[in-house]
Nanobody, 125 residues
């Protein structure tokens, strides 16, 4: 089991910055990949970014490259997503997720095993 608890988010005007965090814990499993997804009203959940938990390699959706940064702390207990140059299209509920398998697709939501509760990010124009 992996427990994920998100915090952060909120409201900001376009061009501003926000960050969201995800506390990661678990005694019987450790993530192979941690990801961020988002879901806007009426839309499917979409991939935002991912980080290989041990190696630290990161991957991003094209829509957020050079604006968002995914990272983890050295203790591997916290996942963060720093978001800059926000635009209204970034408005969504943001979810962190853990993938245990080492051969799953990192940008496919259904391939993740554990999910946080989600946190709202709202960008106004």
């Amino acid at each position: 089991q992996v427990q994920l608890v998100e915090s952060g988010g909120g409201s900001v005007q376009a061009g501003g910055s926000l960050s969201v965090s995800c506390a990661v814990s678990g005694r019987t499993a450790s993530p192979y990949v941690m990801g961020w997804f988002r879901q806007a009203p009426g839309k499917e959940r979409e991939f935002v970014a991912a980080i290989f938990w041990d190696r630290g390699n990161t991957y991003y959706a094209d829509s957020v490259i050079a604006r968002f940064n995914v990272a983890r702390d050295d203790a591997k207990t916290t996942l963060t997503l720093e978001m800059t140059s926000l635009i209204p299209e970034d408005t969504a509920v943001y979810f962190c997720a853990a993938q245990i398998s080492d051969d799953a697709d990192i940008n496919v939501a259904s391939e993740y095993d554990y999910w946080g509760q989600g946190t709202q990010v709202t960008v106004s124009s």
